[in-house]
């Protein structure tokens, strides 16, 4: 049972429009959801995070939007450049025990074509 | 600042022979470890995670084991490996008081 879900797999986007990546959760115990970066053979990097208690939280290019109600959240990019093609992995976590593990979605993979 | 090293970064081993990987962090103390697996198609799935010095958390049954010898040091080691070992294996760490995870650089295990 995937907890954390990814439906699209892959989102193309010309270079300056918006890119717009979604995820859904069905653990209600989850507060504290993150989204990485991966390129090949590389490992994943931390971009942006958000707390249950916000419904919004903006870093640059990066604003990440959580819909607790509907179990929803979504990372826009913009403007997207050709820079940010790479697999987005969205993760989510309990931070009310000590191990803090993370449940991941199994990603998409963003195009972003110049 | 803090650094994560996995090493190596790529392994190409017969089946049925052992396995060891090792994941080492610097410029934290106390941090939460991780071992994961990318396979195709499926994400990144949490093999083993880590509280502390010799304490060890499984979260899927396989014939992989971790171990946690050091603060700083993490292990995943198999005695036999298999064909489905195959995979992309990153190591993460997290502060004591959560807040996200950290990755390494990865290591790729190609079983034959």
């Known amino acids: 049972d995937q907890q954390v879900k990814q439906n699209s797999p892959s989102l193309s986007v010309q270079e300056g429009r918006i890119s717009i990546l979604n995820c859904d959760y069905t653990?209600?115990?989850?507060?504290?959801f993150l989204w990485y970066k991966k390129y090949p053979a590389e490992g994943p990097t931390f971009l942006i995070s958000?707390?249950?208690?916000?419904d919004k939280n903006e870093d640059g290019r990066f604003t990440v939007f959580l819909n607790k109600s509907a179990k929803h959240l979504s990372l826009h990019i913009v403007p997207s450049q050709p820079g940010d093609s790479a697999v987005y992995f969205c993760?989510?976590?309990?931070?009310?025990?000590?191990?803090?593990?993370?449940?991941f979605g199994k990603g998409t993979l963003l195009t972003v074509n110049p | 600042s803090q650094t994560i090293h996995q090493w190596p970064a790529t392994l190409v081993q017969p089946v049925g022979s052992p396995l060891s990987l090792e994941c080492t962090v610097e410029?934290?103390?106390?941090?939460?470890l991780y071992w994961y697996r990318q396979a195709a198609g499926r994400g990144l799935q949490l093999l083993f995670y880590?509280?502390?010095?010799?304490?060890i958390s499984s979260e899927v049954p396989q014939n992989l084991s971790a171990s946690r010898p050091q603060d700083r040091q993490f292990i995943l080691s198999s005695k036999k490996l298999l064909l489905s070992d195959s995979g992309f294996y990153l190591c993460?760490?997290?502060?004591?008081?959560?807040?996200?995870?950290?990755f390494g650089p990865g290591t790729r295990l190609t079983v034959t």
């Open positions: 993460a760490w997290s502060p004591v008081l959560g807040g996200g995870q950290y």
């Open positions: 653990n209600s115990m989850f507060d504290y």
């Open positions: 958000i707390s249950s208690i916000k």
């Open positions: 993760a989510a976590c309990y931070s009310g025990g000590s191990n803090y593990k993370l449940t």
């Open positions: 410029g934290t103390s106390n941090p939460n």
């Open positions: 880590s509280v502390g010095i010799g304490q």
